[in-house]
């Protein structure tokens, strides 16, 4: 098992998905002290090779650490792995800063950071835009808040992840900038795959609208690589569909609780929900283009 180096900023990393494990690996090759937690520790088990030193619990991770980051499914998760016997509450020290990144929305950031209880340990809020290859490349954008104090702390971290750190304000902004950008996220996926079919239904080529689109200013580079994706029958996932109906729910909580309407998302999400409950719901959401077809 590696060993820490000394003097170095120790990070408690919690949680190995698809995002987690390249994150984690940007990390150590920032030069940065990473002990991994995961419910599955095979994953864990994978990043020794790479220098990390794995925790059977998300307390021995955050043991003393400096930085504790989790990046979960879903605020339930967290609020699991941070709380309890084995949370790594219990065991995080004064002066110690909990990076939460995981998107969870507006009212789950808020019940995570009651959570803290002490005043000596910071709470960020920074969920990331980005998916699997700018977590590999590092460049994420970071959408951070909280205390202007754990800046300088949490700074060499985030700048190890991503291109660009935006800081929001107040906790709960990170993750409410989340929702708004991956309500735009969805509604764009279900622009494009409307737009293939309507094409499609007009006789012409779709490819060909695509290719016109990448050229016009009208067209969203993410939107062409998705409708090049939906064309090509390309459904590995960089971003499930499961994981974008969770991000829809959470828009749509929250405007709800904003007494706002968000009509096209809420025009799509039940047929997306259904794609998912036929078997869709870990392949990539461009999934919803092929199953609308049927």
Known sequence: ?????????????????????????????????????????????LLENDGAIVAMTPAQAAKDADVVVTMLVDGATV???????????????????????????????TRLAQMVGSPHILFVDAPVSGSIVPAQTGSLLILASGPDRAREIVGPVLD???????????????NGTKVVLNNWLVDLVAVVAQTLSFAT??????????????????????GVAKARQMLAGDFAPSFS????????????????ASGVTLSLTNSFVESWRDIASRGA?????????EASER
């Open 79 to 109: 609020e699991a792995v941070m709380s309890g016997d084995d949370g790594a509450l219990g065991t995080m020290r004064d002066g110690a800063v909990w990076i939460q990144m995981s998107s969870v929305g507006v009212e789950w950031t």
């Open 160 to 174: 190890a992840l991503g291109r660009k750190t935006y800081w929001l304000g107040e906790a709960g902004a990170g």
């Open 241 to 256: 569909l499961r994981n974008a109906l969770k991000d829809a729910d959470l828009a749509l909580d929250a405007a709800a």
């Open 281 to 289: 719901g870990e392949n990539d959401v461009a999934v919803v283009y």
């Open 201 to 222: 239904a007009l006789n012409l080529n779709p490819s060909t609208i695509i290719d016109i689109l990448s050229d016009a200013p009208i067209g969203s580079p993410y």
């Open 1 to 45: 098992m590696p060993e820490e180096k000394s003097g170095s900023l120790v990070i408690a990393f919690l949680g190995l998905g698809l995002m987690g494990t390249p994150m984690v690996r940007r990390l150590l090759s920032a030069g940065f002290d990473v002990r991994v937690w995961n419910r599955s520790m095979e994953k864990a088990t």
